[in-house]
């Protein structure tokens, strides 16, 4: 059974960073992918970024292009999420999701096979 465990979620102001860190146990596959998305109050789950360890490949949300940058420490079996200027909106849980694939891109449209429980992003203005 695949298990996720995220961290580095808590509050920070206006402009300022976070890195979040999903360590991933429990799979025997040497490809892999790890999805971040988030939840705000209200609004729907959001797609964030994805990482395939198969080739790199990294997708990012437009509203968080520029700003978020996914890596992956393969012999850790973790993959990171640094969160640079951010901004009010940006507060949400974030999750991280494990699946075989980013599919191409299209990972947010995909329900990804196994879930961490969700760290709190506070942005303050």
């Known amino acids: 059974e695949v298990q996720l465990v995220e961290s580095g979620g808590g509050l920070v102001q206006v402009g300022g960073s976070l890195r979040l860190s999903c360590a991933a146990s429990?799979?025997?596959?040497?490809?892999?992918?790890i999805g971040w998305f988030r939840r705000a109050p209200g609004k729907e789950r959001e797609g964030v970024s994805c990482?395939?360890?198969?080739?790199?490949?990294?997708y990012y949300a437009d509203s968080v292009k520029g700003r978020f940058t996914i890596s992956s420490d393969k012999d850790k079996n973790t993959v990171d999420l640094q969160m640079n200027r951010l901004i009010p909106e940006d507060t949400a849980v974030y999750y991280c999701a494990f699946d075989l694939s980013c599919y191409g891109g299209d990972y947010y449209r995909i329900d990804f096979h196994s879930w961490g429980q969700g760290t709190q992003v506070t942005v303050s203005s």
């Open positions: 429990g799979f025997v596959f040497d490809d892999y992918a």
């Open positions: 990482f395939s360890t198969k080739d790199g490949s990294t």
